[in-house]
């Protein structure tokens, strides 16, 4: 990783092909489905509350859902959840959850547009190529005036980035 001396922006020197991103996580596994810690419940919970002003038809996407513990979340505030991740092993826990998951990325052909009341990306955007065309695809998805929330990791110092479809990119 490396940090601009002027500004503090943190970023990888050598970006990752695609091939060398589907060649890792298709050896990336979760360990067992441990518990989720009640810290990390609470600020799930914290997240879901926010994200009622922007319930419309009731649907959120988690980009990278990983073992689908927010998801599960927010199927408990009655949210109809929906998943897409990368890893196999990943992608597998949540389908044994009943949680509605792609295995893979986003694909344009996933969901009709303005499916999405709020789509959800924690600590994922640094793991994507092309960020710009990865944020462009998404607000595809989300209903005009909804919500798009992308965590970046605490590695950095944790941030969220709060951005309504009508944003410039």
């Known amino acids: 990783m490396v940090k601009c001396q002027d500004c503090s922006f943190v970023f990888i020197e050598k970006v990752p092909s695609e091939e060398e991103l589907k060649q890792y996580y298709s050896i990336y596994c979760y360990a067992e489905d441990r518990p989720v810690s009640s810290i990390t419940i609470k600020r799930y919970q914290k997240l879901l509350?926010?994200?009622?002003?922007?319930?419309?038809?009731?649907?959120?996407?988690?980009?990278?859902?990983?073992?689908?513990?927010?998801?599960?979340?927010?199927?408990?505030?009655?949210?109809?959840?929906?998943?897409?991740?990368?890893s196999e092993r990943g992608a597998q826990l949540c389908i044994d959850k009943g949680i509605r998951t792609h295995y893979g990325t986003l694909r344009e052909d996933l969901f009709p547009p303005s499916y999405f009341d709020?789509?959800?990306?924690?600590?994922?955007?640094?793991?994507?190529?092309?960020?710009?065309?990865?944020?462009?695809q998404i607000f595809r998805f989300l209903r005009t005036g909804d919500f798009f929330i992308v965590q970046l990791p605490t590695l950095i110092q944790s941030l969220g980035i709060f951005c309504k479809k009508n944003i410039r990119l």
């Open 118 to 136: 709020v789509i959800v990306a924690i600590e994922v955007i640094e793991h994507i190529n092309n960020p710009k065309e990865f944020i462009c």
């Open 49 to 86: 509350k926010e994200f009622e002003a922007y319930r419309h038809n009731n649907r959120i996407l988690e980009l990278g859902c990983g073992k689908g513990d927010f998801l599960l979340e927010a199927r408990k505030n009655h949210w109809e959840v929906q998943g897409t991740e990368i």
